[in-house]
DNA sequence: CGGGCCCTTGATTCACGTCAATCTCTGTGG
DNA sequence: CCACAGAGATTGACGTGAATCAAGGGCCCG
């Protein structure tokens, strides 16, 4: 089951019941309100008929795991925000080094270009469902929708203070430092997202991407990140059930070992 | 003498001849419009009484070099555009790891915080002068400036991409790669804000930074980073005057070893 | 049962970091 | 004018930790 679905939803629901739905406006309000990403996305500050009109711009979209949404250098003509699933976004270099530049799931956005063309790969780890804007219409809904404006002028803001954690981590830190820091990630936006309690020390998550995508992300080896795993797992601080399904046994220690300043 | 500062400005007009200006506004109109950022920063969509009436919030300053304008976990009070010199961006580990995200000078913005606090030390390199906003009135004058709030947007989405491939750098690139990369990008800065030809083959400018800060920037050491650049010189790629001052002798070259994609 | 993919583990290598010495430049004081 | 100190940069010798190379194991799916 993909992240970010909750039990009650389908993906029948999720899609409206249908790929392409721009008949669908006068459900529009309820649609978009029912969204399992609305209270985290770009459009989390509309509500009612501001909402519904927002919305009436989008289109709900499925993308099938190992699927690419767009490439880097590919025409830029839609922004998108994650409803369900997972998708990675990377640079690649003419020899095949990669770096994964974030793992976007619920509620996050997706689709930055320059010069009109997207500025990286985005291909989806598991299912996803997108919900898609024309570029064109977005930019006109900005101009319309102050709320939207702000809020994605947030979410920009978050996204680069992430990016300059990661960097901090890239130049500086070591591989248990690294794999640390991303576990504890994980788990914090797993605990976020499941309303679980704040002061929990033991939590247990799924990882969709591969030990690859790991350590393009980390910049390291899969090797690498292997042997991490196994000396943290050695070490009693979390559990592998199989190689995806990880359980932190100390989050406290965890924080420690990742030096995460947070 | 500062980078970005032009032969006709004196470091007096620059200031408009005093710290605090709020006495300035009826002379605001052709202070802002003759400052030497303007065309790069927020600002840069406005002009005349919308310029003048964004710019009466705002103050010039002075920071000497090695001066802290703001660290890490401050409150934040302000939001900045660099006017000459250049600021470095920096998160430090307990154990003095550091890493800079980025080095800031003519047009570029200072100054983002995550509930309330600043997210990075913000360092002068070398005598800086900054336009400071007070961070109510600047998200007041959002508000009030459609131009402001798209052009923030804008700056901030090329950060983004910035910051993205710096991530690359960090993660996947070597130490040539990394030194050249660097070079490249001031290189090409020194001929846009110079207003030199696109097609030269050959540079030379100075390098505000210290070989440390150069380190801490490209995830390395001084050792490597000094060793990179004689490897550099002994190709015959680059010379160095001194230190500080390099001549790139064959760009097209330079971006070949900086495998630079763009 | 067999093939393929992903992950893990082991052995080896080598690039970068570490440690240490020397050099260069600048400013200061006799 | 020279001697000296101190900071930053360079260079060299050496060690190490992560990459590389190579093999083996687990799991899924036909």
Redesign the pocket.
Same mark, same amino acid.
């Given at each position: 089951m993909a992240i970010g679905i909750t039990s009650e939803e389908t993906l029948d629901s999720q899609l409206g019941g249908c790929r392409f739905n721009q008949d669908a406006n006068k459900s529009k309000v309820s649609y978009c309100a029912s969204c399992s990403a609305h209270k985290y996305a770009l459009c989390s500050k509309l509500d009612g008929e501001a909402l519904a009109a927002f919305g009436a711009n989008s289109t709900h979209r499925k993308i099938d795991a190992g699927q690419t949404l767009y490439s880097e250098y590919d025409e830029a003509t839609s922004f998108y925000t994650v409803v369900s699933g997972e998708v990675r976004l990377s640079r690649m270099l003419d020899d095949g080094r990669r770096q994964i530049t974030g793992f976007k799931s619920q509620g996050d956005f997706l689709g930055l270009s320059t010069k009109g063309l997207y500025t990286a790969d985005a291909e989806a780890i598991d299912d996803v469902v997108v919900c898609q804007f024309s570029l064109a219409g977005l930019n006109k809904s900005l101009e319309n929708f102050s709320a939207v404006q702000v809020r994605l002028m947030e979410m920009m803001q978050a996204e680069v203070i992430d990016l300059q954690d990661q960097m901090l981590l890239l130049g500086r830190k @070591?591989?248990?430092e690294k794999i640390a820091n991303f576990l504890l990630d994980r788990a914090e936006r797993h605990i976020e997202r499941n309303g679980l309690a704040e002061d929990v020390n033991e939590v247990e998550f799924h990882?969709p991407? $591969?030990?690859?995508?790991?350590?393009d992300f980390l910049?390291?080896?899969?090797?690498?990140? $292997?042997?991490?795993? @196994?000396k943290l797992?050695k070490s009693g601080l979390i559990e592998?059930k @199989? $190689?995806?399904d990880v359980k932190i046994c100390d989050l406290d220690e965890l924080r420690v070992q990742a030096n995460s300043d947070e």
């Open positions: @070591t591989p248990i990882l991407m $591969s030990r690859v995508d790991i350590a910049g390291l080896t899969i090797e690498t990140v $292997s042997r991490t795993f @196994t797992k592998l @199989t $190689s995806q």
